[in-house]
């Protein structure tokens, strides 16, 4: 299983990211995906999941109505769409996936929000 994320940056208060996990070596459209946050100093958290074909998604509070899931099976990538980001969105940002119960992570991608 191999999860690759990309699409970080810096992006002022107010702005957009998308970020995107490419995954490989597992039946993608089989699995659900979770995309999870790291900022310094705090533990890691659930930000959004989205079932292995997409009828059902979650967020987290801190997210909702702001961050957007969603995935397309035929290209093995899930997205996060991140609109009216925060100073305190900033974190490093991780593609998971569970996998024959075993957890699988990308190497994360780093999203900092400030001016």
């Known amino acids: 299983v191999q999860l690759v994320e990309s699409g970080g940056g810096l992006v002022q208060p107010g702005g957009s990211l998308r970020l995107s996990c490419a995954a490989s070596?597992?039946?993608?459209?089989?699995?659900?995906m979770r995309w999870y946050r790291q900022a310094p100093g705090k533990e890691r958290e659930l930000v959004a999941g989205?079932?292995?074909?997409?009828?059902?998604?979650n967020y987290a509070d801190s997210v909702k109505g702001r961050f957007t899931i969603s995935r397309d099976n035929a290209k093995n990538t899930v997205y996060l769409q991140m609109n009216s980001l925060k100073p305190e969105d900033t974190a490093v940002y991780y593609c998971?996936?569970?996998?024959?119960?075993?957890?699988?992570w990308g190497q994360g991608t780093q999203v900092t929000v400030s001016s």
């Open positions: 989205i079932s292995n074909g997409g009828g059902r998604i």
């Open positions: 070596g597992f039946t993608f459209s089989s699995y659900g």
């Open positions: 998971n996936a569970i996998v024959y119960a075993n957890y699988y």
